[in-house]
């Protein structure tokens, strides 16, 4: 999989999670007026929807921080993880920049021979230094330090991101086809 190939399966995933949980955060919100633990979690919330899409905001990690296009598939493996670990957090428009810089940046320091300093990433990423030094902290003790990532767990993400980007292709095509 290429660098672009995995940048976009990799936001074409996320975009659906997060339209997905727009919707599912704005009805919760309503039900029961902003309560509920969060936790650490609030830490990647901001205040506004970002300007960028996520494959836009991607595409600049990738293009300015060089990681491996491995760090963008192990950074959604860890998102999953957290989400799995954390049912209530909901990755939504709100904070999933956040937590794919933060994911992308500790997969690189993990699998990539030269990692970029977290200064680099945030600047590319648009946040303090000091923000994301808290963000990669939350995220570790969200994923209770667990960053391993096995080549068998890595090959059926990739496989799933995969069929993923072959459905939007197929959707596409139909939609093409009846105009």
Do not use: W
């Not at 300093?117 to 902290?137: P, T």
């Not at 090959?155 to 939609?175: P, T």
Request: net charge negative; glycine share 8%; charged share 20%.
């Amino acid at each position: 999989m290429s660098a672009q190939q995995a940048v976009s399966a990799v936001a074409n995933a996320l975009e659906k999670l997060v339209e997905r949980n727009d919707i599912v955060a704005a009805a919760t919100a309503a039900a029961e007026e902003g309560g509920g633990k969060e936790g650490g979690v609030a830490a990647f919330r901001g205040l506004r929807r970002p300007g960028i899409s996520i494959e836009k905001y991607m595409e600049r990690i990738h293009s300015y921080a060089l990681c491996s296009p491995a760090c963008f598939v192990v950074g959604f493996v860890y998102v999953d993880r957290a989400v799995h670990r954390r049912p209530d957090f909901l990755v939504g428009s709100l904070n999933v920049h956040r937590l794919m810089l933060t994911s992308v940046l500790v997969a690189s320091k993990f699998f990539d021979v030269m990692a970029q300093s977290n200064a680099f990433y945030a600047k590319v990423g648009g946040v303090s230094n000091a923000e994301l030094n808290n963000l990669e902290l939350e995220l570790l003790f969200l994923l209770d330090f667990n960053v391993n990532v096995s080549l068998q767990e890595f090959g059926s993400y990739v496989s799933y991101l995969e069929r993923e980007m072959l459905a939007k292709l197929e959707g596409s095509r139909q939609i093409h086809s009846y105009v």
